[in-house]
Structure formats: structure tokens, C-alpha cells
């Protein structure tokens, strides 16, 4: 994985539950956020809504986080530190 990718424009999109991302290097990426979301071990599994507010409302963070060893593990385990 390129470490240095920059991430352009990144967009959630419901119909397939997938954050889209321009990298500004003629490629796009496709995040499916259910795959992602799978691998993710939740207190309570209500707690996924996390989520999907995450990819919703900053996409970007969603994928940066994503493709991040254990990123979107840590974001949930520092959410449920707040709650």
C-alpha cells in the first residue's frame, strides 16, 4: 500500500455503502464500508452506528482510518472511552 497517497475529494455513498475517494493520481478508490466495518470488534453492536456516521459525515477520516492497520478499531475504542 502507498503510504503517500493524497486524498483529493472522498464521498460516502449509500447505494453501496462505499466511501469514494479521488487520490488526485487519476485513480479513484472504492472503500466498502460493510467489509471494513466486519473486521471491527464492537462492545455492544449498536456501537457500528459509529460508523456509519464516521463515513456519512467525514469520509475522508472514514478511509484514511480504513486502510489504516487497525484504524477504525482504535476510532470505536476511543469513542466507547467518551461514552
Known amino acids: 500500500m502507498n503510504n503517500n497517497l493524497t486524498f483529493q475529494f472522498g464521498m460516502y455513498e449509500p447505494a453501496t455503502d462505499s466511501i469514494i475517494v479521488n487520490t488526485g493520481e487519476n485513480s479513484i478508490l472504492f472503500i466498502r464500508c460493510k467489509e471494513c466495518n466486519s473486521s471491527v470488534i464492537f462492545d455492544d453492536p449498536s456501537d457500528v452506528v459509529y460508523l456509519?456516521?464516521?463515513?456519512?459525515?467525514?469520509?475522508?477520516?472514514?478511509?484514511?482510518?480504513?486502510?489504516?492497520?487497525?484504524?477504525?478499531?482504535?476510532?470505536?475504542?476511543?469513542?466507547?472511552?467518551?461514552?
Open 52 to 83: 456509519y456516521h464516521l463515513a456519512e459525515e467525514t469520509p475522508l477520516l472514514y478511509a484514511k482510518l480504513a486502510l489504516k492497520a487497525n484504524g477504525l478499531q482504535d476510532y470505536v475504542n476511543a469513542i466507547n472511552e467518551f461514552n
